[in-house]
């Protein structure tokens, strides 16, 4: 099975440290859980299998807890988290339309998807921020962004981009137009040609 360039590398070592540290039957699940996630930014497959062969947790539970709690996360994050609220006032503000922005900048064009290919950035939508007056609002980081329309969210989301060394990989065909040499037109052809 070929990993994914955003899957982390896990250390069996490290995982079962935590497993001797932490326990091996199920009340041990959510406090294992939430040291690998600590540790990879998610639940990669590999720990958890780590963790099923060598506990008394079974493969049901494990996954089980894993994806009844929205703390856990089943795949790879970005290196910086996007929060976009969706409470009732940034719902109705706009929000889905920063989503989709932000996803346009972001080169995510599978809806099942949340983390540009990259790795750089993951988009999460959160029921509340607590910045009702700017809706809509977004966070980036630990930075807000309100009063947002969709062209504000993409200026941030490049500023933010800049300002931290990252690359969007969904401007790749735009910078590859801009780098290409001139195209002539048609009818330019046509004078030379003369």
Same mark, same amino acid.
């Given at each position: 099975?070929?990993?994914?360039?955003?899957?982390?590398?896990?250390? @069996?070592?490290?995982?079962?440290?935590?497993?001797?540290?932490?326990?091996?039957?199920?009340?041990?699940?959510?406090?294992?859980?939430?040291?690998?996630?600590?540790?990879?930014?998610?639940?990669?497959?590999? =720990?958890?299998?780590?963790?099923?062969?060598?506990?008394?947790?079974?493969?049901?539970?494990?996954?089980?807890?894993?994806?009844?709690?929205?703390?856990? *996360?089943?795949?790879?994050?970005? *290196?910086?988290?996007? @929060?976009?609220?969706?409470? &009732? =006032?940034?719902?109705?503000?706009?929000?889905?339309?920063?989503?989709? =922005?932000?996803?346009?900048?972001?080169?995510?064009?599978? /809806? +099942?998807?949340?983390?540009?290919?990259?790795?750089?950035?993951?988009?999460?939508?959160?029921?509340?921020? $607590?910045?009702?007056?700017? =809706?809509?609002?977004?966070?980036?980081?630990?930075? &807000?962004? $309100?009063?947002? @329309?969709?062209?504000?969210?993409? *200026?941030?989301? +490049? @500023?933010?981009?800049?300002?931290?060394?990252?690359?969007?990989? $969904?401007?790749? /065909? +735009?910078?590859?137009?801009?780098?290409?040499?001139?195209? +002539?037109?048609?009818?330019?052809?046509?004078?030379?040609?003369?």
């Amino acid at each position: 099975m070929e990993q994914s360039s955003l899957e982390a590398t896990v250390d @069996k070592v490290l995982v079962q440290k935590w497993i001797a540290e932490i326990g091996s039957d199920a009340p041990a699940a959510v406090p294992l859980l939430q040291a690998v996630q600590n540790e990879y930014g998610y639940l990669p497959r590999e =720990a958890m299998n780590i963790i099923v062969s060598e506990t008394d947790i079974s493969a049901s539970q494990l996954f089980g807890v894993a994806t009844f709690y929205s703390q856990f *996360r089943l795949d790879p994050v970005g *290196r910086f988290i996007i @929060k976009v609220c969706h409470g &009732t =006032a940034c719902h109705v503000s706009g929000a889905d339309r920063i989503n989709t =922005a932000l996803r346009q900048s972001l080169g995510i064009k599978d /809806e +099942k998807e949340d983390t540009a290919r990259n790795g750089s950035y993951t988009i999460e939508d959160v029921a509340c921020i $607590g910045c009702c007056s700017l =809706a809509p609002v977004m966070l980036i980081g630990d930075e &807000t962004f $309100g009063n947002l @329309k969709g062209a504000d969210a993409q *200026r941030s989301l +490049k @500023k933010h981009a800049r300002q931290h060394g990252e690359f969007l990989p $969904g401007h790749e /065909e +735009k910078r590859s137009e801009a780098d290409a040499p001139e195209k +002539k037109s048609p009818g330019k052809k046509k004078k030379e040609m003369l």
